[in-house]
């Protein structure tokens, strides 16, 4: 469980990097796209070091292979750490992003967004919120650090 949190972390240094360096010299929406695949991939690896702590506390017995059944089954374990919670919800608005129809707008500009249509709402993704998921991500990552690690 701790190599897959360490893997997590190391997809955040990838994001920081195609933040603070790749968008501020290629604006397009494929970076933003990126960004967030790569937001989503250090998520998977951070469900999967929580379900790997359930398994190791005899809470879980096998990690399930679908992102429902996963999302479903941390629900379950965690369902009294709202932060937990939190993170859940976000993994699959973030899942929903990905996987929605978008287009571009204002590329190789500093306001570059991708707009997207998520549960029926219109969802913006631009520099700026693309870098509060990831500080969001960050935190998240570092809560799941301190249970892993017992700094709780």
Do not use: W
Request: aromatic share 8%; proline share 1%; charged share 40%.
């Amino acid at each position: 469980m701790i190599e897959t949190l360490e893997e997590s972390k190391e997809e955040l240094k990838r994001v920081d990097h195609l933040i603070y360096v790749s968008l501020k010299y290629t604006r397009t929406v494929d970076v933003l796209r990126n960004v967030l695949a790569r937001l989503l991939s250090s998520l998977d690896f951070a469900v999967d070091a929580l379900l790997k702590k359930a398994i190791h506390d005899k809470k879980l017995i096998d990690i399930p292979d679908s992102f429902k059944e996963k999302c479903d089954e941390i629900r379950r374990v965690y369902k009294n750490d709202e932060k937990i919670l939190e993170l859940v919800d976000f993994y699959i608005y973030l899942k929903k992003l990905e996987k929605s129809e978008y287009t571009g707008e204002q590329e190789y500009r500093r306001h570059v967004a991708m707009i997207a249509n998520v549960d029926g709402k219109e969802a913006r993704l631009d520099i700026d919120s693309v870098t509060e998921h990831y500080k969001k991500v960050k935190d998240q990552i570092e809560f799941i650090d301190s249970i892993i690690n017992k700094k709780k």
